[in-house]
């Protein structure tokens, strides 16, 4: 994810903007990778939570994306192994 290189980089602030598009973007996906994602990017936030205007916003609404979207995905893993059977 592009918001993992530029908080690597520094760019706190293009991070954050990327990542509320992203989340956005995104809104009724819940698969695995995607998750995966929203996790790292919401670890590396971690240290600038207190340090940087806006990101506890992000890290919130990020937080908020993380538990919704789990319960899709899990949904979504029930209805596939219900349809099977």
């Known amino acids: 994810m592009l918001a993992v290189a530029l ?3 520094g760019r ?3 991070a954050c903007a990327l990542v509320d598009e992203a ?4 809104t009724n996906l819940g698969s695995a990778l ?16 207190h340090r940087v205007t806006g990101v506890s916003d992000t890290a919130a609404r990020l937080s908020e994306a993380i538990r919704d ?10 209805h596939e192994v219900s349809a099977t059977s």
């Open 12 to 14: 706190v602030d293009q």
């Open 34 to 49: 995607l998750l995966e994602h929203l996790h790292h990017v919401n670890v590396l936030l971690g240290p600038h939570l």
């Open 7 to 9: 908080l690597g980089q």
């Open 69 to 78: 979207r789990t319960w899709i995905a899990t949904a979504a893993v029930v």
């Open 23 to 26: 989340l956005e973007a995104t």
